[in-house]
């Protein structure tokens, strides 16, 4: 059972972790009728190519099986995409589709928030903030407070309590931002295969982080040979490591007139 506010999934790559949150909020939109929020960092990770093969390891997920076709029941078995909206689709053999009227699941960037406020999502239930923590620490000046309001635009009925939130990422930085504003002072001690639990005094928010274990069978884990070298950074991609604790790195400082963001880098 999931009952925290949010809810962070930190891991290796290619584990899983976006598959199952996003696999969570079909379920959730077949079962209960609640649409999806996608959130990357920057535009250009949710248009084109980016944008349009967001839902197809469902369509194609490399074992012979639709999976939108059978969370559906058969109803749909293909997805749409148009201007960061996705629709399900019912797509017979000769390739003719029948698209559903209203959007399954809406893609937003952080970059672009302004331009969200004026729209309501009245039936998203399910939000996913992927890729959550940026490689070497590059992320947008006063981040967290635009994701913020970008949530305040998704929920805007103070009364809502149904919203299921994840943020995933890789391992690759644990001095981000979002642990700090967060109140997350024990990533860098948690061990794989942990869950920590915050509250937040007498407040009904909470938080729960996980650092999660390799999943994958010793069949799905063929592709290692290709990162079997003595590189250390590699131990992020095969073991989950966190990537800036295993070479030297510098401080690095970005701020704005209210908040600085401490971040480390590695040497050129």
Known sequence: DITASYNLIVGKRSNGKSYACLYKGLERYFNEGKQIAYIRRWRDDITGANGHT??????????GENVIEKLSNGLYNNVYCYSGRYYMVKEDPSGKQIKQDKPFCYAFSINSSEHYKSNSYPFIGTIIFDEFIPMQGIGLPDEFSLFMNLLSTIIRDPSRTDILLFMVANTVNWDSPYFAEFGINNVRNMKQGTIDYYVYGNSPCSLAIEY?????????????????????????????????????????????????YRYFVQYN
């Open 54 to 63: 967001l839902f197809d390891m469902f369509v194609h997920n490399g074992k």
């Open 212 to 260: 999660c274990e390799d999943n994958r069978d010793k069949e799905s884990k063929q592709n290692d040979r290709y990162f079997a070298f003595d590189s250390p950074t590699l131990k992020m991609i095969t073991e989950g490591t966190w990537e800036m604790s295993i070479y030297p790195h510098c401080p690095c400082y970005y701020g704005n007139k209210n908040v600085i």
